[in-house]
Structures are given as structure tokens and as C-alpha cells.
């Protein structure tokens, strides 16, 4: 019988090569072209978070970063910034459609994956899944 470290270890270990089987998979349909916090910030303005100040104090980052960040999905087309018609001194940030493309293409995906793997699991063992996830999320935010 395995002791607690084993497990883990078993656990990292298998979850690292269903990580390593998806991406190499679904490597010609994702967009490399982001980093995690890019990815992040994307989310967080297509979930209409859209000032400057209210996603520096989300991200726990300076708004100079959060201004370096915009500057980059602008270039790479990715989100818009408008100046708001009723307050000429605010700026609006909205995805651009190469934002709107990135998380259709994620949905998709997410998709085939929850048929391909989740999908083939007896519901006895997707609501066990779905509890042990919910106990590591509390224990998470209880940190």
C-alpha cells in the first residue's frame, strides 16, 4: 500500500501526462502567441472588466503593468481601447475580434475535451471528481 507522498506523486505524475497528451493534441489550434498573464488579463476584460485601475487591483499589479500588458494585445490585435464618449478622460477596453477568435477557439476545445476524456467517465466518478476538486478549491482558498 502507498503512503500519502506516493499518491501525490502518482497524481502529478498522471495528471502532468493527460497536461502533456491534450497539448500535444490540440498543438495546431492553440495560440501560443500569449503568456499566462496576458491570458489572464484577456479574461478578465472579456468578463467586462474594463478599466485600467479596476484590473491592476484584480491582478495585484501596478496599472503601469497592467499598461505595459494592454500594449501588447493591442499590437498583436487582440483588444481595443476607445476613448468613453461620456467621459473623454476614461478609456474603454474591449476584446478585438482576434480576442472574441481566441476564446472560441478555447471553448471549442474545452468542448472536445470534456467528450474526449470527462465525457467518457461512468457520473459515479465525475461526481467524485467534481467533490475532491470542490475540497482542493476550499483548501486553496483557505490559504
Do not use: C, H, W
Not at 493534441?25 to 468578463?47: C, F, M
Amino acid at each position: 500500500m502507498m503512503d500519502k507522498s506516493e499518491y501525490i506523486q502518482q497524481i502529478n505524475l498522471l495528471q502532468n501526462q493527460l497536461n502533456l497528451y491534450l497539448v500535444t493534441k490540440y498543438q495546431n489550434r492553440i495560440d501560443t502567441q500569449l503568456t499566462a498573464k496576458q491570458v489572464l488579463l484577456l479574461e478578465l476584460i472579456s468578463s467586462n472588466v474594463s478599466s485600467t485601475k479596476e484590473i491592476a487591483q484584480q491582478l495585484d499589479v501596478s496599472t503601469s503593468a497592467v499598461s505595459q500588458l494592454l500594449n501588447k494585445l493591442e499590437e498583436k490585435g487582440y483588444i481595443m481601447r476607445t476613448v468613453n464618449p461620456k467621459n473623454r478622460r476614461e478609456i474603454l477596453i474591449a476584446p478585438a475580434q482576434k480576442g472574441k477568435d481566441y476564446f472560441a477557439t478555447q471553448e471549442a476545445i474545452g468542448k472536445e475535451i470534456d467528450e474526449l476524456v470527462y465525457g467518457k467517465l461512468p457520473e459515479e466518478d465525475l461526481q467524485q471528481l467534481a467533490n475532491i476538486l470542490k475540497k482542493l478549491n476550499t483548501i486553496v482558498q483557505g490559504e
